[in-house]
């Protein structure tokens, strides 16, 4: 059974970039796309991006200009880069495998805080 | 961006009680939609795709329905181990996007 976790810094500072890494174990990073979602405290959840296998990407516009997605297929990593963070990029940040739609794997996720 | 919004926001039930959650897209997204259960501290979990289809392993007391605009959430029977967040996902267009949210509690 394929099993996400993610890691990185739980703060970071203002204008500054917040790095996470995806670890996927289990199975292939192959086949299926990889989602970020954040959840801000108190409100939904987030669709941020994903990346096919191939490397293909799509973000939602409301991060587009500050977000990379990246995959790494020897190490079976998933990585989201955000720069020029804010106040309001707290949240729990997730990662997911995704298929034709739905995210059928979850990472735990990860708080990381925005805050000098 | 296709707008989701769920009712109830939060509700309160027993266990053994018939618990129903709708929501409700901003445009006709066909069946494309899906219901997570996020837990505190934990991985969400997917629990239907598709609508109406019920993920691997998930217990058959979870059912969702509809189509268009207007889908239905239900958990026949609520056990212990349901009280959490229920989220549903549209995925007829990017972004992908997600409801507000229903807390079921005690």
């Known amino acids: 059974q394929v099993q996400l976790q993610e890691s990185g810094p739980g703060l970071v500072k203002p204008s500054e970039t917040l790095s996470l890494t995806c670890t996927v174990s289990?199975?292939?990073?192959?086949?299926?796309?990889w989602s970020w979602i954040r959840q801000p405290p108190g409100k939904r959840l987030e669709w941020l991006g994903y990346?096919?296998?191939?490397?293909?990407?799509k973000y939602n516009p409301s991060v587009k200009s500050r977000v990379t997605i990246t995959v790494d297929k020897s190490n079976n990593r998933v990585s989201l880069r955000l720069n020029s963070v804010t106040a309001a990029d707290t949240a729990v940040y997730y990662c997911?495998?995704?298929?034709?739609?739905?995210?059928?794997?979850w990472g735990q996720g990860t708080l990381v805080s925005v805050s000098s | 961006d296709v707008q989701m919004t769920q009712s109830p926001s939060s509700l309160s039930a027993s266990v053994g009680d018939r618990v129903t959650i709708t929501c409700q897209a901003s445009q006709d997204i066909r069946n494309y939609l899906n219901w997570y259960q996020v837990k505190p501290g934990k991985a969400p979990k997917l629990l239907i795709f598709g609508a109406s289809n019920l993920e691997t392993g998930v217990p058959s007391r979870f059912r969702g329905s509809g189509s268009g605009t207007h889908f239905t959430f239900t958990i026949s029977t609520l056990q212990p181990e349901d009280f959490a967040f229920y989220y549903c996902q549209q995925y007829e267009d990017l972004p992908l996007t997600f409801g507000p949210g229903t807390k079921v509690d005690l």
């Open positions: 997911a495998r995704g298929q034709s739609g739905w995210l059928d794997s």
């Open positions: 289990g199975g292939s990073i192959s086949t299926y796309y």
């Open positions: 990346i096919f296998h191939s490397g293909s990407v």
